[in-house]
């Protein structure tokens, strides 16, 4: 059930990190960047704390998502 869920909460984080910096991209590229920054917003997050709960959780996966997509915007400049 973990997986699940860390699907689920890192597809709307990375929807929501994607209109919070205004970017254009599409429902499946936005979902793929906040489940990427789940897994690395939960990896900070075990090593951070031992339990915040769920919201915890998705702050960090939150914050995982706008910083992927910070260093996609600086790739996609320099390409």
Not at 5 to 11: D, E, S
Not at 17 to 31: E, K
Not at 45 to 65: E, H, I, K
Not at 67 to 72: C, D, G, H, P, V
């Amino acid at each position: 059930m973990p997986v699940v869920l860390l699907i689920v909460v890192g597809a709307l984080a990375g929807v929501i990190a994607t209109r919070l910096m205004r970017m254009n991209t599409d429902l499946p590229t936005a979902m793929v960047v906040g489940v990427l920054g789940a897994v690395v917003g939960g990896l900070g997050f075990r090593f951070m704390m031992a339990s915040a709960g769920w919201v915890g959780g998705f702050v960090l996966a939150l914050l995982g998502s706008l910083a992927l997509l910070w260093l996609y915007q600086l790739w996609q400049g320099k390409r």
